[in-house]
């Protein structure tokens, strides 16, 4: 090596003194290189035996449980449907035990025959010499038979809609009430959405009509009871006790007196400024 790096030297044909003068540099030069090259070579080497650095953790979420985790929350649904059966929060039937004093009645005479009578905080109805116990919950009224069992009953949906069902639990109408020109009325539907019947409520007196426009009854206080006429003019049905022109109206629409007897309990409380 020290052969080859004579014959390398530049200075090697300059005199002695010169070449000793010279030397120092060409040296350090040397030593400069192969120091550089030791540094490389060991870098190189501590790359290669380095473990692999991690990549960086993606802020991203990835898919799959913790997906579900990220995801925004989600606005609440919309309210039940009219037909959900989903009951509401608050209860929108008022109380039974206050709907009649003891001792009172609500008879119907004529084309129907029927009384509802209160005693001892209970609802009943007497019709077709049977007589019917009003039970409810708060949501829901049922009239019950001497066994318990039940005849028909009205489940409540919102303030002014419900649904009525027969012994069998088979949905048999919808009642509807709304305030149509000013003026209360009540529709019944079959499970179909067809309408029956409705009543319109009016000043002093209130109409009963059948599917279309046509009139069936018109009725009225009069000598203390409300009188129900049909198109002739002939009376058809007499109701005393009705606190007001609404319940009457229910009680004279032309169904099953069961029926009659849970429309007047739900639908038939009194509106601020109905007439009696």
Same mark, same amino acid.
């Given at each position: 090596?020290?052969?080859?790096?004579?014959?390398?030297?530049?200075?090697?044909?300059?005199?002695?003194?010169?070449?000793?003068?010279?030397?120092?540099?060409?040296?350090?030069?040397?030593?400069?290189?192969?120091?550089?090259?030791?540094?490389?070579?060991?870098?190189?080497?501590?790359?290669?035996?380095?473990?692999?650095?991690?990549?960086?953790?993606?802020?991203?979420?990835?898919?799959?449980?913790?997906?579900?985790?990220?995801?925004?929350?989600?606005?609440?649904?919309?309210?039940?449907?009219?037909?959900?059966?989903?009951?509401?929060?608050?209860?929108?039937?008022?109380?039974?035990?206050?709907?009649?004093?003891?001792?009172?009645?609500?008879?119907?005479?004529?084309?129907?025959?029927?009384?509802?009578?209160?005693? @001892?905080?209970?609802?009943?109805?007497?019709?077709?010499?049977?007589?019917?116990?009003?039970?409810?919950?708060?949501?829901?009224?049922?009239?019950?038979?001497?066994?318990?069992?039940?005849?028909?009953?009205?489940?409540?949906?919102?303030?002014?809609?419900?649904?009525?069902?027969?012994?069998?639990?088979?949905?048999?109408?919808?009642?509807?009430?709304?305030?149509?020109?000013?003026?209360?009325?009540?529709?019944?539907?079959?499970?179909?959405?067809?309408?029956?019947?409705?009543?319109?409520?009016?000043?002093?007196?209130?109409?009963?009509?059948?599917?279309?426009?046509?009139?069936?009854?018109?009725?009225?206080?009069?000598?203390?009871?409300?009188?129900?006429?049909?198109?002739?003019?002939?009376?058809?049905?007499?109701?005393?006790?009705? @606190?007001?022109?609404?319940?009457?109206?229910?009680?004279?629409?032309?169904?099953?007196?069961?029926?009659?007897?849970?429309?007047?309990?739900?639908?038939?409380?009194?509106?601020?400024?109905?007439?009696?």
């Amino acid at each position: 090596m020290r052969k080859l790096l004579n014959r390398l030297d530049p200075t090697r044909q300059l005199p002695q003194t010169m070449r000793r003068y010279l030397a120092l540099p060409t040296y350090l030069v040397l030593g400069w290189l192969v120091i550089s090259g030791l540094a490389l070579f060991i870098a190189s080497r501590v790359d290669a035996t380095a473990p692999a650095t991690p990549p960086a953790e993606s802020s991203a979420t990835p898919p799959g449980e913790n997906a579900a985790a990220a995801a925004p929350e989600q606005p609440a649904a919309d309210a039940p449907a009219e037909d959900s059966e989903a009951p509401p929060a608050d209860p929108l039937l008022p109380d039974i035990s206050a709907m009649l004093a003891d001792g009172a009645e609500i008879g119907a005479s004529g084309s129907s025959v029927f009384t509802i009578r209160g005693s @001892a905080g209970q609802v009943s109805l007497e019709s077709g010499g049977q007589t019917l116990t009003m039970l409810g919950d708060g949501n829901e009224l049922r009239l019950l038979d001497p066994n318990g069992a039940t005849v028909y009953r009205l489940k409540a949906k919102q303030a002014d809609k419900g649904k009525l069902y027969d012994a069998a639990g088979t949905f048999r109408w919808r009642v509807k009430c709304e305030s149509e020109g000013g003026e209360e009325g009540c529709k019944l539907y079959d499970p179909d959405g067809n309408k029956l019947h409705r009543v319109k409520i009016k000043a002093d007196s209130f109409n009963v009509y059948g599917s279309g426009d046509q009139r069936l009854y018109k009725g009225k206080l009069k000598n203390g009871r409300y009188q129900v006429r049909d198109e002739t003019g002939n009376n058809v049905l007499d109701i005393r006790g009705a @606190a007001s022109l609404k319940q009457a109206a229910l009680l004279a629409l032309p169904v099953d007196a069961p029926v009659r007897a849970l429309l007047w309990a739900y639908a038939g409380h009194e509106s601020p400024g109905e007439t009696r």
